[in-house]
């Protein structure tokens, strides 16, 4: 088994760290423009920001021209989240590469936060808590299990500092040493655009602790963002289309790295979590007079079932003798 250079110690240098964020879109210009203002007021300062555009030549003629002070990149792989990120790490010359998402603003302690988890510990990544900002309200319907459907995190995950399977994406961290072990993220997965799929980052995570056993990817809640969600993603059809996409896409990750590890902290989701809050829904209508909590119940249902559903098909759809198809 490869196993690659050793983790290089605590990185508590201030400029030691390279933030990036993918872009794909100028109608996200001015969420852009806040994420990146957001590294500019860091405490601890950032070695680098680099934007990298997801094959859109305007949008990246714009950041250049207006963000003069950022590194611009275009996306030189196929296009998708995971080639932009692999676009930027190959130019990146931080010990830690950090990623945020192009709708998304740090906390002013962010990158201090996720440094602090290098210092006191041997993590191999690190990664915070990311909070919904609902543009036009939190729908009383959405349950907080199922906060990932919007990128953000979910209620189940650890309260303190635990090692974790997989960060996520839209606030994670990794040591350059760790993309020198393992390669990139996994084109053949992850989000193109705004097609609702994910599950780069869980299969990157699984691929480094398969490649490095023992290997800490460290949760960190107090390095924290606030991620923008659109009235369009908090809408019952988004959700639905996002569970299934979930469920395809573990699919993806269970044929290529195994079921247990793809499914080893949906397991604990499914038979805690989950339980927890239809309960918890139900005692919100009975006991508190909120007539959502029971919507709310259903909605772990439904989330569930159709997470379920495109496991299924996902597994149907790569089964052996068939080849994985890339998302155009």
């Not at 390279?18 to 996200?28: E, G, P």
């Not at 919007?150 to 961290?173: F, K």
């Not at 390095?223 to 996409?245: D, L």
């Not at 919100?284 to 299924?312: E, N």
Request: charged content about 25%.
């Amino acid at each position: 088994m490869k196993r690659g250079p050793e983790p290089a110690g605590p990185v508590a240098h201030p400029g030691s760290v390279s933030v990036v964020i993918c872009a794909y879109t100028q109608d996200r210009w001015a969420d852009l423009v806040e994420a990146v203002r957001s590294i500019e007021r860091q405490s601890v300062p950032a070695l680098e920001t680099i934007v990298v555009v997801d094959h859109e030549p305007e949008l990246l003629s714009r950041v250049r021209r207006e963000l003069p002070h950022v590194i611009a990149l275009a996306n030189e792989e196929q296009r998708g989240l995971s080639g932009a990120r692999n676009t930027a790490v190959r130019r990146a010359g931080g010990a830690v590469i950090a990623f945020l998402d192009d709708d998304a603003r740090a906390d002013p302690d962010w990158l201090a936060q996720l440094l602090r988890g290098y210092t006191e510990s041997d993590a191999l990544g690190v990664g915070g808590s990311i909070e919904p900002d609902w543009l036009q309200g939190r729908p009383g319907w959405f349950p907080p299990e199922f906060d990932w459907v919007v990128g953000c995190s979910y209620r189940g995950l650890p309260e303190t500092a635990t090692n974790v399977r997989n960060l996520i994406g839209a606030n994670m961290s990794f040591r350059r040493e760790v993309f020198e072990l393992i390669g990139g993220f996994n084109t053949d997965v992850g989000r193109v655009g705004t097609l609702p799929v994910g599950c780069e980052e869980t299969e990157f995570c699984i691929r480094l602790r398969q490649q490095r056993p023992g290997a800490v990817t460290l949760l960190e809640q107090r390095a924290r963002v606030q991620h923008r969600v659109p009235a369009g993603r908090s809408r019952w059809r988004y959700f639905r289309e996002r569970c299934f996409a979930e469920g395809r896409s573990k699919a993806i990750v269970a044929q290529r790295l195994g079921a247990d590890d793809a499914l080893s902290t949906e397991r604990s989701y499914v038979a805690r979590t989950l339980p927890r809050g239809v309960a918890r829904g139900v005692g919100d209508a009975v006991l508190r007079r909120d007539p959502a909590g029971i919507q709310r119940s259903l909605a772990i249902v439904a989330g569930l079932t159709m997470t379920a559903a495109g496991y299924v098909a996902g597994r149907a759809a790569t089964a052996p003798g068939r080849p994985l198809a890339r998302r155009a």
